[in-house]
């Protein structure tokens, strides 16, 4: 376990609800991941990559409602410019588990 975190530093993390509306192969990742195209609402749209494709095809991640971290600066990964951290349980393979809400929410919810 790292370090604890002061309560004003979890308040700097701007983890927000949002759907995805595309999703696209990303063959030049390092890793097997898809690219995400996720609607947070007021917010806009943000582009991210997501290493996703052991237990979601392509098709099934579109509408689904995702978390994410979306006040990172922005990463480059190999020729793509991700803009948000979509949040999942990881295992000691790699393995992610996206989390989601427990009902439908409004795109761009804060998670605190």
Known sequence: MNEPITWTDFEKVEIRTGTVMAVEAFPKARKPAYKLTI????????????????????????GKQVVAVVNFPPKQIATFMS??????????????????????????????
């Open 39 to 62: 609607d947070f609402g007021e917010l806009g749209t943000k582009r991210t990559s997501a290493q996703l494709t052991k237990l979601y095809q392509a098709e099934e991640l579109v």
């Open 83 to 112: 803009e948000c951290l979509v949040l999942g349980a990881v295992t000691d393979d790699g393995t992610v588990t996206l989390l989601q809400t427990e009902r439908p929410t409004q795109n761009g919810m804060r998670i605190a």
